[in-house]
């Protein structure tokens, strides 16, 4: 629970550090499709199917479907879609790119390289963001850094891992997310958000001073 808040992690590994960080974690034993909770949700969902080698990959049957979901999922409550940079889960379900604005559900993409948070390749990511102002984004704790290895490199855990510090800023995310009740209402936001002196510039081309997050307003 996060400040009287659960906070669930869709389509997390087995061995995710969520599950260390208090989170309620829907790996691949939990069906996902069967969330029904109201709290704000990180989501992780395959991605073979929608990245820039989609053409070489083989996704499962039903595969894509949990892409679509998570963003429903995402809309409905608030929260985060993480996702490679171009991954085109973006054209298929209507969601902005990074310096496109925000869409009709108030969600914004950010992008970021996972190498400032810890990961050891760079790792462009998109997050697709819901139920918070851009400019109420918690301080991210990324510190520009030279990737140390290609992401081809990686075994698969090394690549579909996400660094802890990563995890946390996301649960700081999520944390703040304005509720979203029946039909839709959003009540305020959760005391304590906000910046609180990061260096992130609104508008569009402008990026964080740490982390290069590229904001989508």
């Known amino acids: 629970m996060m400040g009287g808040r659960e906070i669930s992690v869709l389509y997390a590994r087995r061995d995710s550090l969520y599950r260390r960080l208090g989170c309620d974690v829907w790996d691949i034993d939990r069906d996902a499709l069967l969330f029904d909770g109201s709290d704000p949700v990180i989501a992780h969902p395959p991605c073979r199917g929608w990245g820039r080698m989609k ?43 990074p310096v496109e604005g925000a869409d009709k559900h108030g969600g914004y993409t950010l992008l970021l390289n996972q190498c400032d948070f810890g990961h050891r390749a760079q790792k462009p990511t998109w997050l697709y963001v819901v139920g918070i102002d851009p400019a109420d984004i918690p301080a991210a704790p990324a510190v520009l850094t030279q990737p140390q290895k290609l992401l081809t490199s990686l075994n698969q855990r090394e690549r579909e891992a996400t660094p802890a510090k990563l995890a946390m800023w996301l649960i700081d995310i999520a944390s703040c997310i304005d509720r979203r009740g029946q039909g839709g209402l959003v009540e305020p936001a959760q005391p304590g958000c906000g910046p609180a002196g990061a260096r992130i510039q609104l508008g569009k081309h402008k990026t964080a001073a740490a982390g290069q997050l590229q904001l989508g307003l």
């Open 55 to 97: 053409h070489f990959a083989k996704p499962l049957e039903g595969e894509l479907d949990l892409g679509r979901h998570a963003v429903k999922v995402v809309r409905r409550n608030g929260g985060v879609v993480e996702h490679p940079e171009g991954s085109t889960l973006w054209r298929d379900q209507g969601m902005p790119r």
